[in-house]
C-alpha cells in the first residue's frame, strides 16, 4: 500500500534545517521505476499549468487523494506521464510540470548555500546535483524548474513558483558573479541554461 505524503509537523517557515533534513531522509516513494505492467491503458487524468489534478473533468478537491495519485507518477522515456502500479500504467496529461514549487527557504551564502522547497503536494525537495534548478536557456524568458525525481533531464519536474523564482535571481545578484549564478547543496546552477 502506498501512503500520500505525511503532512508537514509544522509550518514550512517554521522547518529547521535538521528537521528539513530528518523528513527528506525518512521519505519512501514506491519503486515505480522499477513496474513495468503489460496492461496499460488513459487514466482520464490531467495536471493542469496551475498544478491543479483533474478527473474526467472534474476538478479534484481532496489533497491527500493529489498527494496519494503524486507517489506513483513517472515520465516515461518519450516524455509523457503515468501513473504506475504492480498492476498497471494509465496515462496522465500534464499541461507543465507534474508539480509546483510553491515554498523556498535558504539557509547559508554563496557556495554554502541550500535552498529547500516545498512543493504543492507537500513534498520537500533540496536543489543540488540530485535535484538541479534549470531556468531555460532565454534570458527574456525564465523557464525556472526543479528536477524532482526520475532521470535528470526526462523526469519528474516542478514548475518554481515567479515569486520564488526572483527571490532566487536577487540571492544569485547579490552574490555577483559572471554569469549569475546560485548555489544550492554545493552545486552551481546559472540564471541561464547553456
Not at 516524455?79 to 527557504?105: N, Q, Y
Not at 513558483?161 to 555577483?176: H, N, S
Request: charged share 25%.
Amino acid at each position: 500500500m502506498v501512503s500520500p505524503a505525511p503532512s508537514l509537523p509544522k509550518s514550512f517557515a517554521q522547518l529547521s534545517p535538521a528537521e528539513a533534513a530528518e523528513l527528506l531522509a525518512a521519505r519512501k516513494l514506491p519503486p515505480v521505476e522499477s513496474w513495468h505492467p503489460t496492461r496499460t491503458g488513459d487514466s482520464a487524468m490531467e495536471i493542469r499549468a496551475d498544478g491543479s489534478w483533474y478527473h474526467e473533468g472534474g476538478r479534484i478537491n481532496r489533497p491527500a487523494m493529489v498527494k496519494l495519485f503524486s507517489t506513483i507518477l513517472r515520465r516515461e522515456p518519450d516524455g509523457g506521464h503515468v501513473l504506475v502500479t504492480p498492476a498497471e500504467k494509465l496515462a496522465i496529461a500534464v499541461e507543465d510540470t507534474a508539480f509546483r514549487a510553491v515554498e523556498m527557504k535558504s539557509e547559508g551564502g554563496g557556495a554554502a548555500r541550500t535552498l529547500l522547497f516545498r512543493l504543492d503536494t507537500d513534498d520537500l525537495v533540496m536543489a543540488g546535483a540530485d535535484h538541479p534548478l534549470s531556468f531555460g536557456r532565454d534570458p527574456d524568458r525564465p523557464d525556472p524548474r526543479l528536477h524532482v525525481r526520475g532521470a535528470i533531464g526526462n523526469g519528474l519536474e516542478a514548475r518554481i513558483d515567479r515569486a520564488l523564482y526572483y527571490e532566487i535571481v536577487e540571492m544569485a545578484l547579490a552574490q555577483g558573479g559572471d554569469p549569475p549564478a546560485i548555489w544550492s547543496n554545493g552545486a552551481c546552477f546559472p540564471l541561464v541554461d547553456h
